[in-house]
């Protein structure tokens, strides 16, 4: 289970969302597949007092059968390339570095020894046996430290300009999108290959950053968020911009090609994302994020932030399905700016609001499931709608007096696991995020 878009969303009641294509398809079935899991066991990890653990959970129940001893407090983990291991960033004594914690996912046992890096932890790729890859450092001073996980040293670093606004695995390693500091620039692709080697290719018509007027007493600014996914079969990243433009690039020569988004309305209001009205000339702007789902399909969501000196408002930019083949777009929610992607099933959810000096306004939706062919199944009200994983037909929201597992099927809450340890979230596909 993966989610894309952001956590603050718009969603109004409907019966039934149609999938009404603009310039192009709109029968086909969208392919909802859950990335498959990274241990042979469903897993989790979960943070408490102590740290944060490797659980082993029952698949229909998700009831804890078997637990690590804590550790440092969880940043990321990746997983080996034949998974017979894990590795997980923990945040050691105060914080100073990022140490990383070995594990047999079979036993949930810790190796004794770990290795520590001088850094955040951002991502990490662990594309060979004696491979592993992460990215770790400040937020525009980055480093790429190549380590031995059966050695447990670092063999060497490579240094990468950041900041880094969004990851993505691929067959190819790790795929980052980057641009400049405290700028709205064009944004950078940068591709790290299995071997460790990075390579990149500015993408000139997508800009991408945050940009504050550092003059202004109350430090507005301005933002481009593009989306990121990447079909890992065939190798090809693709970057969404709030413009409606689509950057198609090649992982294996990094070769760039640019596609506008369908046409009439959908592209108006694209286009306006960038173009606030004149009395929110400080405004924020979209913050897009994306999904490969399959078949030539991307899952696109994300968020539209306004602000002045005295009033805001956050709005959604709605979950729309691209199809690559054509660049059409179907709108699937024009109310959400929030997704999760589980097998048979995608849910989306969100909140939207404004506020004044004197005031604010927020109006909150529940989880709302649609099915391949795009139709609303469920809707679920009274819940946090905050996925924090999905398995088969189970799903466990976040909530403030217990975590309530949820039927896919039906929507309906199976019961509430017990409060206790935070989760941080299933470990499905190759690694965090």
């Given at each position: 289970m993966?989610?894309?878009g952001?956590?603050i969303a718009?969603?109004?009641a409907?019966?039934?969302?149609t999938?009404?294509?603009?310039?192009?398809t709109?029968d086909?079935?969208l392919p909802l597949?859950?990335?498959p899991l990274?241990t042979p066991?469903l897993?989790?990890?979960?943070?408490?007092?102590?740290?944060?653990?490797l659980?082993?959970?029952d698949?229909?129940s998700?009831?804890?059968?078997r637990?690590?001893?804590?550790?440092?407090w969880?940043?990321?983990?990746?997983?080996?390339?034949?998974?017979?291991?894990v590795?997980v960033a923990?945040?050691?004594h105060?914080?100073?570095g990022?140490?990383?914690r070995?594990a047999?996912?079979a036993?949930l046992?810790?190796?004794p020894?770990?290795?520590?890096?001088?850094?955040?932890?951002?991502?990490?790729?662990?594309?060979r046996p004696?491979?592993?890859?992460?990215?770790?450092g400040?937020?525009?001073?980055?480093?790429?430290?190549k380590?031995?996980?059966?050695?447990?040293?670092i063999?060497?670093?490579?240094?990468?300009?950041?900041p880094?606004?969004?990851?993505?695995h691929?067959?190819?390693g790790?795929?980052?999108?980057?641009g400049q500091?405290?700028?709205?620039a064009?944004?950078?692709?940068?591709v790290?290959?299995?071997d460790g080697?990075v390579?990149?290719?500015q993408?000139?018509?997508?800009r991408?950053?945050t940009?504050y007027?550092?003059q202004?007493?109350y430090?507005l600014?301005?933002?481009?968020?593009p989306?990121?996914a990447?079909d890992?079969?065939?190798?090809?990243?693709y970057?969404v911009?709030?413009?409606?433009?689509v950057?198609?690039v090649?992982l294996?020569?990094?070769?760039?090609s640019y596609h506008?988004?369908g046409s009439?309305?959908l592209l108006?209001r694209?286009?306006?994302?960038?173009?606030?009205?004149?009395q929110?000339?400080d405004?924020?702007g979209p913050t897009?994020?994306a999904?490969?789902?399959?078949?030539?399909?991307l899952a696109?969501?994300?968020?539209d932030?306004?602000?002045t000196a005295?009033?805001?408002s956050?709005?959604?930019?709605?979950?729309?399905?691209?199809?690559t083949?054509?660049?059409?777009?179907?709108?699937l929610?024009?109310n959400?700016?929030?997704?999760?992607?589980?097998d048979g099933?995608?849910?989306?959810t969100?909140?939207?609001g404004s506020?004044t000096?004197?005031s604010?306004?927020?109006?909150?939706?529940?989880?709302?499931?649609?099915g391949?062919d795009?139709?609303?199944r469920w809707?679920?009200?009274?819940v946090?709608?905050?996925?924090?994983g999905?398995?088969?037909?189970?799903?466990?929201?976040?909530?403030?007096?217990?975590?309530?597992?949820v039927d896919?099927a039906?929507g309906h809450?199976i019961?509430?696991?017990?409060r206790?340890?935070?989760w941080d979230?299933?470990?499905?596909g190759a690694?965090?995020?």
């Amino acid at each position: 289970m993966r989610r894309f878009g952001v956590a603050i969303a718009g969603c109004t009641a409907a019966a039934v969302v149609t999938l009404t294509a603009l310039g192009g398809t709109s029968d086909r079935l969208l392919p909802l597949r859950s990335p498959p899991l990274a241990t042979p066991h469903l897993t989790a990890i979960v943070t408490g007092r102590h740290g944060s653990r490797l659980v082993r959970l029952d698949a229909s129940s998700f009831a804890v059968e078997r637990s690590s001893s804590p550790v440092g407090w969880f940043r990321g983990w990746v997983r080996s390339a034949v998974g017979h291991r894990v590795a997980v960033a923990t945040c050691p004594h105060r914080c100073t570095g990022t140490l990383l914690r070995f594990a047999n996912p079979a036993t949930l046992r810790w190796e004794p020894r770990g290795e520590l890096l001088d850094g955040q932890f951002y991502a990490a790729a662990w594309p060979r046996p004696r491979t592993l890859l992460a990215l770790v450092g400040g937020e525009t001073a980055l480093t790429l430290v190549k380590v031995d996980p059966f050695a447990m040293r670092i063999v060497a670093s490579t240094p990468v300009t950041g900041p880094i606004f969004q990851t993505a695995h691929s067959t190819h390693g790790l795929v980052l999108l980057a641009g400049q500091e405290d700028e709205v620039a064009p944004a950078r692709l940068v591709v790290v290959a299995p071997d460790g080697r990075v390579h990149s290719v500015q993408l000139g018509r997508i800009r991408a950053g945050t940009r504050y007027d550092r003059q202004s007493r109350y430090l507005l600014g301005t933002t481009n968020m593009p989306g990121l996914a990447v079909d890992p079969r065939v190798g090809v990243a693709y970057v969404v911009d709030g413009s409606g433009l689509v950057a198609a690039v090649r992982l294996g020569d990094l070769s760039v090609s640019y596609h506008r988004l369908g046409s009439g309305s959908l592209l108006t209001r694209l286009a306006d994302w960038l173009t606030p009205p004149a009395q929110a000339k400080d405004a924020n702007g979209p913050t897009i994020s994306a999904q490969w789902l399959g078949s030539g399909l991307l899952a696109v969501a994300g968020s539209d932030e306004t602000a002045t000196a005295h009033a805001g408002s956050q709005r959604p930019t709605g979950l729309r399905i691209v199809d690559t083949r054509n660049w059409s777009v179907r709108m699937l929610d024009p109310n959400a700016n929030t997704g999760w992607v589980g097998d048979g099933v995608l849910l989306a959810t969100g909140t939207s609001g404004s506020y004044t000096r004197n005031s604010s306004h927020v109006h909150r939706e529940g989880l709302v499931a649609y099915g391949p062919d795009g139709h609303l199944r469920w809707r679920l009200t009274g819940v946090v709608p905050f996925v924090l994983g999905m398995h088969g037909s189970r799903a466990v929201l976040a909530g403030p007096d217990g975590f309530p597992l949820v039927d896919l099927a039906s929507g309906h809450v199976i019961r509430k696991l017990p409060r206790g340890p935070v989760w941080d979230g299933l470990l499905h596909g190759a690694g965090s995020p």
